[in-house]
């Protein structure tokens, strides 16, 4: 039987700095199953999963007092027309939650059904739509294995950006990051780089910025991220700039 058993336990150093624990509460769900876990500034659970094996994800806030439930929200493929799985959960320094994984076809996020759009991340990056094959399949695979977040207000896809966990010496590295050439220097692309690093799996990020990349270099050092070194070999005339930023500076 798969299930959710969480417990909250209080630490507090005693005589000759031994922890003392005690249980605060506890909260079990025979029915549910979680792969995502998340805490906000503000200690509140987030967990996402399933219930039951079926093809849908619950999200479900939880409060840090008890362990009572806030809110769920239930996100479900469209029987027979679509899949969705979202292992990835995180909240950013306004309390926002975020949620990543793996949805196509049609899908129901909570009273919107929206369509997969995988196409149209390719549209609005430059080196894809050049017809580098190379490109379009790093894209479609960033969306079918859950690394590829999307900015989309309803109107188009805005931008997008792909994180690949733990592929950079243990560490989480922002691979891609594209705004489209309509919306540039509107903050988009300081919105998805600061979503990219709440929701990484490890808490130092790394990514990389060709020297000649000035704009990205530029957003970097606005968004606090610290030079890390230079790679040099892989664009003659170009090194790679390397920078990392901790998950615990937002």
């Not at 999200?59 to 679509?82: M, S």
């Not at 130092?204 to 606090?224: D, K, Q, W, Y």
Request: charged letters at 20%.
């Amino acid at each position: 039987m798969r299930a959710i058993l969480l417990i909250l336990l209080a630490a507090a150093c005693g005589p000759g700095d031994r922890p003392t624990v005690a249980t605060r509460w506890t909260t079990y769900d025979p029915n549910f199953y979680p792969y995502a876990f998340a805490v906000d500034p503000a200690g509140d659970i987030y967990t996402a999963g399933d219930q039951s094996d079926q093809q849908d994800v619950w999200i479900a806030k939880r409060k840090h007092e008890n362990g009572e439930t806030a809110w769920t929200i239930h996100v479900t493929a469209v029987p027979g027309a679509g899949t969705v799985w979202m292992p990835h959960l995180g909240t950013d320094h306004a309390n926002n939650v975020l949620v990543t994984g793996i949805a196509s076809g049609h899908v129901d996020f909570g009273g919107a059904i929206l369509t997969s759009s995988g196409g149209a991340i390719v549209a609005i990056d430059d080196i894809a739509i050049g017809g580098n094959h190379d490109r379009r399949a790093l894209l479609e695979a960033a969306l079918d294995s859950g690394h590829c977040l999307v900015l989309d207000a309803g109107d188009g896809i805005q931008g997008f950006v792909v994180t690949v966990p733990r592929v950079f010496f243990g560490r989480d590295f922002v691979e891609l990051l594209m705004v489209d050439r309509t919306r540039r220097r509107a903050g988009i692309g300081r919105r998805l780089l600061q979503a990219a690093v709440s929701s990484a799996s490890t808490s130092r990020v790394f990514t990389s910025a060709n020297r000649s990349n000035s704009p990205m270099r530029a957003l970097l050092g606005r968004e606090g991220w610290s030079l890390s070194g230079e790679l040099l070999g892989l664009d003659e005339g170009d090194p790679e700039i390397v920078y990392f930023i901790d998950r615990a500076v937002r």
